[in-house]
Antibody, heavy 125, light 113 residues
Framework: EVQLLESGGGLVQPGGSLRLSCAAS????????MGWVRQAPGKGLEWVSGISGGAYSTYYAVSVKGRFTISRDNSKNTLYLQMDSLRGDDTAVYYC??????????????????WGRGTLVTVSS | QSALTQPPSASGSPGQSVTISCTGTISDIGVYNYVSWYQQHPGKAPKLMIY???KRPSGVPDRFSGSKSGNTASLIVSGLQAEDEADYYCSCTSYEGSNNVVVFGGGTKLTVL
């Protein structure tokens, strides 16, 4: 079955760290760029970060650049998001998402055709 | 990275058509055709409905269509059905030097009357 399954969310104090994981199955993981998208409670979607299929290129939203690190282990079909220096406005459901596969000059279109169920990260003292 | 602008709500009766707009700038929607639309039901993950402005993924009903004019993209839902009631989000990908930027709209709640 084609699916993404996130884990690692939870309650963390401001300034703390958390690492999210996303286990992929049912498709050739290394062939696709992957991303993280978050949704604060009652709010809209916000793109957080993306990584190319071969992990050669990474991209970040301004709001998380310097604090979050995206990575992947293609041998384990797993995507990660290391989150450091967490703040209250990082509280959200974090979704792992698969890019559809289109690209221009090697750069993904970042159109996500498969999403996980999400994992909740709560930053609070 | 300013968010795209969507109306907060839209509505229509079963069988009718409704259009949801998504306004960006000359730096994103105005120049790039990498506009996607997502449907999200309460408590569920988003689902891709339209990509590259007007293309439909396999399995998405042809009642859903997309278009773009200038800095504004649109999602058209024709023949409204009860199950279309959901939140809809647009997104656009732009490329600034070596960086990729993805911005979402604030979302539109579609109500089927």
């Amino acid at each position: 079955e084609v699916q993404l399954l996130e884990s690692g969310g939870g309650l963390v104090q401001p300034g703390g760290s958390l690492r999210l994981s996303c286990a992929a199955s049912g498709f050739t993981f290394s062939n696709y760029a992957m991303g993280w998208v978050r949704q604060a409670p009652g709010k809209g979607l916000e793109w957080v970060s993306g990584i190319s299929g071969g992990a050669y290129s990474t991209y970040y939203a301004v709001s998380v650049k310097g604090r979050f690190t995206i990575s992947r282990d293609n041998s384990k079909n797993t995507l990660y998001l290391q989150m450091d220096s967490l703040r209250g406005d990082d509280t959200a459901v974090y979704y792992c998402a698969k890019d559809q596969g289109g690209a221009v000059a090697g750069r993904p279109y970042w159109s996500f055709d498969l999403w996980g169920r999400g994992t909740l990260v709560t930053v609070s003292s | 990275q300013s968010a795209l602008t969507q109306p907060p709500s839209a509505s229509g009766s079963p069988g009718q058509s409704v259009t949801i707009s998504c306004t960006g700038t000359i730096s994103d929607i105005g120049v790039y055709n990498y506009v996607s639309w997502y449907q999200q039901h309460p408590g569920k993950a988003p689902k891709l409905m339209i990509y590259e402005v007007s293309k439909r993924p396999s399995g998405v009903p042809d009642r859903f269509s997309g278009s773009k004019s200038g800095n504004t993209a649109s999602l058209i839902v024709s023949g409204l059905q009860a199950e279309d009631e959901a939140d809809y989000y647009c997104s656009c990908t732009s490329y600034e030097g070596s960086n990729n930027v993805v911005v979402f709209g604030g979302g539109t709640k579609l109500t089927v009357l």
